[in-house]
């Protein structure tokens, strides 16, 4: 079965840092991986993707994301910060091969970032 | 286009009354699913179809959920009876099949917050 770890609960950067949000991932074959964004009393919006290729994948408002087969890491990255980025992160994992089109999400990760 | 569009966006109930969710996909998305969002379990995949048909349930809680996708343009997700433990954000997302560039990433409506007091 599929599973997607977020192992913080809550970042907090200041403006102008860089940023690390990780997330961690257990499937049985290749795995698709994707980052989406929720903020208050919204839906979540889909950030980017990494399906097969470059490990570092790149995506909307500047984030970016390294995918890590050893590890079975794909931890999102910004290399400034911007308060607008402060969100709620979410991992997710679909195991195209064993999982049809299921995609299992993390518990999310709350990312501040203080100006 | 309008993106998913789900109603109503808040909805109060007593405990034992039905509720009812409704989802309108994006125009020509293959796959919807019903995710629920509460503080304490996350993000939970409660069921997904494709081209209207249930292909897997196995997250809806109990026997009184109940979903449907009549078409390819709309579909319900029913509560009967509402307890208050059944109290948290329900999303509806949609999605392309895979193939060519369409990686299947899900597009999600804004959620349903349901209160049953």
Redesign the interface.
């Known amino acids: 079965a599929q599973s997607v770890a977020q192992p913080e609960d809550q970042v907090n950067v200041a403006e102008g840092n860089p940023l690390t949000v990780k997330c961690t991932y257990s499937v049985s074959g290749n795995p ?1 991986l ?1 980052w ?1 964004v929720q903020y208050p ?6 950030l980017l ?1 990494y ?1 097969t290729g470059d490990n570092l994948v790149k995506g909307s408002y500047g984030f970016e994301a390294e995918f890590n087969k050893s590890q079975t890491s794909f931890h999102l990255k910004k290399p400034s910060a911007l308060v607008s980025d402060s969100a709620l992160y ?1 991992c ?1 994992v ?1 195991d ?1 091969h064993g999982g ?9 990760t709350r990312l501040f970032v203080k100006a | 286009d309008a993106g ?1 569009i789900q109603s109503p966006r808040h909805e109060v109930t007593e405990m034992g009354q039905e509720v009812t969710l409704r989802c309108k996909p994006i125009s020509g998305h293959d ?1 919807l ?1 019903w ?1 629920r969002q509460t503080m304490m379990r ?2 939970e ?1 409660l069921i ?1 179809f ?1 081209n209207n048909v249930p ?2 349930d196995s997250g809806m809680p109990e026997d009184r959920f109940s979903a449907k996708m009549p078409n390819a343009s709309f579909s319900t997700l029913k509560i009967q009876p509402s307890e208050p433990r059944d109290s948290a954000v329900y ?1 509806c ?1 949609s ?1 392309l099949a ?1 193939g060519g560039a369409n ?9 349903s917050r349901l209160t049953v007091l």
């Open positions: 698709y994707f989406y009393n919204r839906g979540l919006q889909f993707k399906i979410f997710a679909r195209p049809g089109f299921k995609t299992i999400f993390g518990a999310g | 998913v796959y699913f995710y996350g993000l995949l997904y494709n292909i897997d999303f997302a999605s895979l990686t299947g990433e899900l597009f999600f409506g804004e959620g």
